[in-house]
């Protein structure tokens, strides 16, 4: 049995009907060949710019080097109280900050659902209010607070708060539009109001969804809270700081391995209470 042949006439006519099969055309390797060439001159200019020079590199890994020397053992140091007491306040900031954040991002999530509110305009700007407040860092936030109630966990729970607001009104309003919608249709259908569809027919479809988001907003703003003490906003970093001001290295290694122990138990009993709440 012979294996059939293509002859090159064919082979051209083919390449004639789809040119793509056969590779890319000469404008498109330009293309990608010009943007390959600006993105290593970018990557270039970064490195000039920033002044990243071999020598300081090897500078910094040299210095970055004793500081991990200096962390060995670690050690809770005398006032490990303070840094138990530190920690504790920065877990009860980021619960509050996020609690409060979630009781006020309900209401502004279903303000921000298509599904809910269906004017063009309102939908349009609801969610660009989210992203302006989205686009503040919590240091930002905290910097604020500081500056309006004075040092201490309540201007952390306020930046908390403020951050949170709009991240989790994006994410609930998100959930809300992928509801299933023949739940709401069916309320509709048997004579309910819109309040009635978004309580019976929204609310019990979108529930676990921002549960397990408030529970997630809860361990990730465990962390951010930990170094918004750093510009006096209470909580563990404020520890951080001092012992990193004065050379304790090793006690600042205690201070993170104990954040990271609480991040992670945090963690496990948030998978705790959605597996019994959300099943």
């Not at 010009?34 to 000039?48: D, E, K, P």
């Not at 006032?79 to 530190?86: A, E, F, H, M, N």
């Not at 019990?204 to 951010?224: H, I, K």
Request: aromatic letters at 8%; a positive charge.
């Amino acid at each position: 049995m012979t294996t059939p042949r293509i002859t090159l006439a064919e082979i051209a006519h083919l390449k004639s009907r789809m040119p793509a099969a056969f590779g890319p055309s000469l404008p498109r390797r330009a293309l990608r060949i010009g943007l390959a060439a600006l993105a290593l001159a970018w990557f270039i200019a970064l490195l000039v710019w920033f002044d990243l020079t071999p020598a300081r590199l090897w500078a910094g890994i040299g210095g970055l080097g004793k500081i991990l020397r200096l962390m060995f053992p670690p050690s809770p140091g005398e006032q490990w109280l303070d840094i138990l007491r530190g920690l504790a306040e920065s877990v009860a900031m980021a619960f509050l900050g996020s609690f409060c954040a979630m009781l006020i991002a309900i209401p502004l999530g279903f303000l921000g659902a298509r599904n809910v509110v269906i004017d063009t305009l309102a939908h349009f700007s609801i969610r660009r209010l989210f992203d302006g407040l989205r686009g503040m860092d919590q240091l930002i936030w905290a910097l604020a607070f500081v500056r309006a109630v004075g040092l201490g966990p309540l201007a952390g729970v306020m930046a908390i708060m403020a951050a949170e607001i709009a991240v989790l009104a994006k994410l609930f309003a998100e959930a809300i539009e992928n509801a299933e919608p023949r739940q709401s249709e069916a309320i509709t259908a048997v004579g309910g109001n819109a309040l009635h569809r978004i309580r019976f027919g929204l609310l019990p479809q979108v529930a676990p969804v921002m549960l397990a988001q408030f529970l997630y907003q809860v361990e990730s703003n465990t962390r951010s809270a930990s170094i918004l003490g750093v510009v006096g906003a209470g909580g563990i970093g404020l520890q951080i700081s001092e012992r990193i001001r004065v050379g304790y290295w090793d006690q600042v290694l205690f201070i993170i391995i104990l954040i990271l122990l609480t991040v992670a138990a945090i963690d496990q009993i948030s998978a705790l209470i959605r597996r019994k709440l959300i099943g």
